[in-house]
């Protein structure tokens, strides 16, 4: 784990990390009602080798987002991430400099204000300036395992969000949806694409960021998740210029 001190504010929201067994605790008690429903713990072995970032209701206490940062030396090193369980990397092994994989990003159903995401990103940004992060990459998750429901997202990510062809995934996982097999190019509808995405996919996208062409199947969490990747250089300098003001 590679922590810099992190605390950032805006309006009532601060974001932290964790410290201790009590927070990592109550990270993994949202986790698991955000992906899970009810009470429980979402916890795997990776948790040990992340950063686990807490926003907080500075008026209340309250925990309303949470994720967790893996920060490798440079691509070589990709392995050691979640996303390799289910997609073949080793075509950004090559990627030269750190690389962060942002994992189990999640806020509270309850928890609308806008700014809660502002200060989760602002707080990724300080972390990616502080070790000179050059690629941030994670899995963005589409609701339930049926891809039928997501075709107007799936065929906008396949005609213009496919990452570059030297660094995009192949299949690894057994059940994947290749997106070529469920989709006509050309044919999205950019409004219900849009309109489809995740949350977090559609900021990632955002940032310049891109995706796999195919989405893998994940029977434990009940989600279709595609990988995604956002390289830091070629996030549009407004974005990232918003960005560096949240994070001070």
């Known amino acids: 784990m590679l922590q810099t001190p992190i605390r950032l504010s805006r309006g009532r929201y601060t974001a932290r990390f964790a410290c201790g067994a009590a927070d990592l605790a109550a990270a993994q008690g949202l986790r698991h009602r955000v992906f899970r429903g ?33 920060t490798l030396a440079s691509g070589g090193e ?61 899995c963005s998750s589409f609701e339930g395992t049926a891809a039928d429901r997501h075709l107007d997202a799936l065929s906008l990510l396949n005609d213009r969000h496919l990452g570059p062809d030297p660094w995009r995934p192949k299949v690894k996982a057994g059940e994947v949806v290749a997106f070529a097999d469920v989709v006509t190019s050309g044919a999205s509808d950019l409004r219900l694409g849009v309109k489809g995405l995740p949350p977090l996919l559609r900021t990632y996208l955002a940032m310049g960021g891109w995706v796999s062409d195919h989405a893998v199947v994940d029977r434990d969490l009940g989600t279709l998740h595609v990988f995604t990747g956002v390289e830091i250089a ?3 300098p407004a974005r990232a210029k918003a960005l560096r003001a949240v994070a001070g």
């Open 234 to 236: 070629a996030i549009p």
């Open 38 to 70: 009810g009470e429980g713990v979402d916890r795997d072995a990776y948790d040990a080798s992340c950063d686990h970032v807490l926003v907080e209701d500075a008026e209340t206490g309250a925990l309303v987002c949470c994720f967790r940062m893996m």
């Open 78 to 138: 990709i392995s050691r991430s979640y996303a390799a369980q289910f997609y073949d990397l080793a075509g950004l092994s090559g990627f030269e400099g750190a690389i962060a994989e942002v994992g189990r990003f999640c806020v509270s159903p309850r928890a609308l204000d806008p700014d809660i995401l502002r200060v989760a990103w602002g707080a990724v940004t300080a972390h990616v300036d502080a070790h000179g992060v050059g690629l941030l990459f994670g």
